[in-house]
């Protein structure tokens, strides 16, 4: 099966930029989207289709996806940043969708 | 406002049965595919089921093929969860996301949104 691999932590001081990556075999042939999810919250969508933001995501979230790896950008990072950060894309060779392990964002 | 809401969970024995529903308003619900997604105990997400628009397309996660089931009824705006022959593994809790979808067979979209969950606990 395909397997996403986060780090499992990151950690950046406030007002500096985070970079949480997600790596795949071939990932960047898959549309990547990836949602953030604070403690006893549900998960939100910050990026989608590898790059895009939903309405009201700040313009500071950001994504790139190439190759082997897809990277979420938080730039300018605030305390409400903190949460886990999930990637998730759609499989198609086993038509369904994989989620990547998760990163724990602490903002310092 | 767009809106789903899950019910259902609960604390049922080994073996057991529970049925989960969500519960979609602020949009046309016959228009979108849904999924459950389920979290562990301090893990992380899990897909479980997803099913079309139409109900032509439903799959599962292996863990979970054979014991499941997923439907929907679009009169009623609702997706269901039908969970047979429980074990300890499948305590989570289960949330419902919308996506969009496209092609045959489909191929669902990012999730947005997500409700806000249902606990199931399963334990003697």
Request: net charge neutral; charged share 15%; aromatic share 12%.
């Given at each position: 099966?395909?397997?996403?691999?986060?780090?499992?932590?990151?950690?950046?001081?406030?007002?500096?930029?985070?970079?949480?990556?997600?790596?795949?075999?071939?990932?960047?042939?898959?549309?990547?989207?990836?949602?953030?999810?604070?403690?006893?919250?549900?998960?939100?969508?910050?990026?989608?289709?590898?790059?895009?933001?939903?309405?009201?995501?700040?313009?500071?979230?950001?994504?790139?996806?190439?190759?082997?790896?897809?990277?979420?950008?938080?730039?300018?990072?605030?305390?409400?940043?903190?949460?886990?950060?999930?990637?998730?894309?759609w499989?198609s060779?086993?038509d369904h969708p994989?989620?990547?392990?998760?990163?724990?964002?602490?903002?310092? | 406002?767009?809106?789903?809401?899950?019910?259902?969970?609960?604390?049922?024995?080994?073996?057991?049965?529970?049925?989960?529903?969500c519960?979609g308003?602020?949009?046309t619900f016959s228009s979108y595919s849904f999924n459950w997604?389920?979290?562990?105990?301090?893990?992380?997400?899990?897909w479980?089921s997803s099913i079309s628009s139409s109900s032509r397309y439903k799959y599962y996660?292996?863990?979970?093929?054979?014991?499941?089931t997923i439907s929907r009824d679009n009169?009623?705006?609702s997706v269901y969860l039908?969970?047979?022959?429980?074990?300890?593994?499948?305590?989570?809790?289960?949330?419902c996301a919308r996506s969009r979808q496209e092609g045959i067979p489909v191929t669902m979209r990012?999730f947005?949104?997500?409700?806000?969950?249902?606990?199931?606990?399963?334990?003697?």
């Amino acid at each position: 099966s395909y397997v996403l691999t986060q780090p499992p932590s990151v950690s950046v001081a406030p007002g500096q930029t985070a970079r949480i990556t997600c790596g795949g075999d071939s990932i960047g042939t898959y549309s990547v989207h990836w949602y953030h999810q604070r403690p006893g919250q549900a998960p939100v969508v910050v990026v989608y289709d590898d790059s895009d933001r939903p309405s009201g995501i700040p313009e500071r979230f950001s994504g790139s996806n190439s190759g082997h790896t897809a990277t979420l950008t938080i730039s300018s990072v605030e305390a409400g940043d903190e949460g886990d950060y999930y990637c998730h894309i759609w499989y198609s060779r086993r038509d369904h969708p994989v989620f990547g392990g998760g990163t724990s964002l602490t903002v310092l | 406002e767009v809106q789903l809401v899950e019910s259902g969970g609960g604390l049922v024995k080994p073996g057991g049965s529970l049925r989960l529903s969500c519960v979609g308003s602020g949009f046309t619900f016959s228009s979108y595919s849904f999924n459950w997604v389920r979290q562990a105990p301090g893990k992380g997400l899990e897909w479980v089921s997803s099913i079309s628009s139409s109900s032509r397309y439903k799959y599962y996660a292996d863990s979970v093929k054979g014991r499941f089931t997923i439907s929907r009824d679009n009169a009623k705006n609702s997706v269901y969860l039908q969970m047979d022959s429980l074990t300890a593994e499948d305590t989570s809790i289960y949330y419902c996301a919308r996506s969009r979808q496209e092609g045959i067979p489909v191929t669902m979209r990012w999730f947005d949104p997500w409700g806000q969950g249902t606990r199931v606990t399963v334990s003697s």
